[in-house]
């Protein structure tokens, strides 16, 4: 039995309608085609796993963000390539003229993709802008880059590869864990005298730092009181951090990463362990709240007691650097804190007249009263 998904699965109905055919074609091998999905739901990647088990499904994906989550949980699946848009093969004498890439086009397309999609990286770094071009350019072999741009702009399965080129994914379990034992000592014991805390983790990716609060929250016997608000700019990686499913390859330097933060228990006590991934408990989903946000087009939300933003704002320009921080400055309690990447200084950016120094080894700040 075949079953073709035709697009994302953008609804409870749309996901429950999936398995209901799975369900109905029991017995049977089936072979499941996922035509433009980039992201499933936890409810239908642990199906197929289980199909799998009993060699009863095979899996045909069409984008590439939906075949590499698949094998790093273990499923088996086929990659159906598309033939080259242009026709067109590289040639290893060819290549991208850094003289293509003018300023003034560089702001011009940027425009254009807000205008067309939507989404705003005029006021990014324009070497990081660049350098990310280049390579869509390169998966697509071409080497002019008004031609790229055409391309982007007409061609929508271009731009998404374009927009996923843009956004930076990189995260872990406790990423830099002597931060978070800082946050675990002196910052979440200080906000413990509020009745009710909420928590901000800008540029979430697919969820390691917003459940690895919760989980040292859940140690302080503070997790009941609190909120937090996962957000990034990448839909696909927030509705991984929904699932909250991730590969098991990673599991030493996640248990080495927890110890090293100050973990009073077993990492994996979190965690329901399968063959090839770990699921974060449902109990930790209950006090995250994940959405898709951009800090730059919508800026403010609610009045938090603690904002971490870590290794976001490296890939902005100056001005919108100060443009975020004022953000997070009218999005803080007074007193609140700014957690920033180590390498995120406030000082060339007029931090200092929205913040003060709590820790500076550790990136961490208050706000100004």
């Not at 503070?222 to 499913?245: C, F, R, S, W």
């Not at 077993?266 to 770990?278: G, H, M, P, V």
Request: aromatic share 14%.
């Amino acid at each position: 039995m075949h079953i073709s998904v035709m697009g994302e699965l953008d609804s409870k109905a749309e996901t429950d309608r999936l398995l209901e055919c799975i369900n109905e074609n029991r017995g049977y091998e089936i072979h499941i085609t996922f035509l433009d999905a980039n992201i499933v739901t936890r409810e239908i990647v642990e199906k197929i796993i289980k199909l799998q088990e009993r060699n009863k499904c095979k899996v045909f994906v069409l984008k590439a963000y939906l075949y590499s989550y698949f094998l790093s949980l273990g499923i088996k699946c086929f990659f159906v390539k598309k033939k080259s848009i242009l026709n067109k093969d590289w040639e290893s004498n060819e290549k991208i003229s850094c003289e293509t890439f003018e300023p003034e086009k560089v702001e011009e397309f940027l425009r254009d993709i807000y205008d067309k999609y939507g989404f705003d990286f005029t006021e990014y770094r324009k070497d990081s802008i660049i350098r990310r071009i280049k390579i869509s350019m390169l998966r697509y072999c071409i080497t002019c880059f008004e031609e790229f741009r055409e391309l982007a702009l007409s061609d929508q399965d271009v731009f998404e590869q374009l927009f996923l080129d843009f956004s930076i994914n990189t995260t872990n379990f406790f990423r830099d864990p002597e931060v978070f034992t800082f946050l675990k000592d002196r910052v979440l014991l200080c906000l413990d005298s509020y009745s009710h805390i909420k928590i901000w983790s800008v540029g979430c990716s697919n969820g390691k730092e917003p459940y690895s609060l919760a989980i040292i929250l859940k140690e302080l016997g503070m997790l009941h009181k609190v909120q937090i608000y996962a957000t990034d700019i990448n839909p696909y990686v927030i509705e991984e951090a929904k699932n909250g499913l991730y590969s098991i390859g990673t599991i030493d330097a996640d248990i080495a990463n927890y110890k090293n933060a100050g973990g009073s228990k077993n990492f994996t006590d979190y965690f329901d362990i399968a063959k090839n991934y770990i699921k974060v408990k449902d109990e930790f989903k209950e006090n995250i709240l994940f959405f898709q946000h951009s800090v730059i087009e919508k800026g403010i939300l609610n009045e938090f007691q603690l904002i971490l933003c870590r290794n976001v704002m490296i890939y902005f320009d100056i001005p919108l650097q100060r443009k975020v921080l004022r953000h997070f400055y009218n999005s803080l309690d007074a007193g609140g804190f700014l957690v920033t990447g180590k390498s995120e200084g406030l000082l060339l950016n007029d931090g200092y007249e929205y913040f003060v120094d709590y820790n500076e080894r550790y990136s961490i700040y208050r706000r100004k009263n």
